[in-house]
């Protein structure tokens, strides 16, 4: 199993940018694909972006290409979500996840973080 911890959520006004960390520890980092999801207030966990074990490959929802880049130190074991232009419907808590599987594959993903919430005021 691995562990993921969370950091760097917050209130922002929209347009505005946040950048994400998970810290992970365990499962060997370097073997696992990772990724970001988020969770509304009475929506269900939804997939934001991929990225597979070397870094070299990533995948994202339709709702954030453009605008949010997902990145890894695996020096560092740590994977980055750099979110820019910001809108209210970012709003949700966002959770670090690690998959054995294929990056493309979010179904796949059974390691989670704790979350960090990010707010996006209008």
């Known amino acids: 199993q691995v562990q993921l911890v969370e950091s760097g959520g917050g209130l922002v006004q929209a347009g505005g940018n946040l950048r994400l960390s998970c810290a992970a520890s365990?499962?060997?980092?370097?073997?696992?694909?990772m990724g970001w999801f988020r969770q509304a207030p009475g929506k269900e966990r939804e997939f934001v972006a991929t990225?597979?074990?070397?870094?070299?490959?990533?995948y994202y929802a339709d709702s954030v290409k453009g605008r949010f880049t997902i990145s890894r130190d695996n020096a560092k074991n740590t994977v980055y979500l750099q979110m820019n232009s910001l809108k209210p419907g970012d709003t949700a808590v966002y959770y670090c996840?690690?998959?054995?599987?294929?990056?493309?594959?979010?179904?796949?993903?059974?390691?989670w973080g704790q979350g960090t919430q990010v707010t996006v005021s209008s």
């Open positions: 996840a690690a998959s054995r599987g294929s990056y493309s594959d979010p179904r796949r993903f059974d390691s």
């Open positions: 990225i597979s074990w070397s870094g070299g490959s990533t």
């Open positions: 365990g499962r060997t980092f370097s073997r696992n694909a």
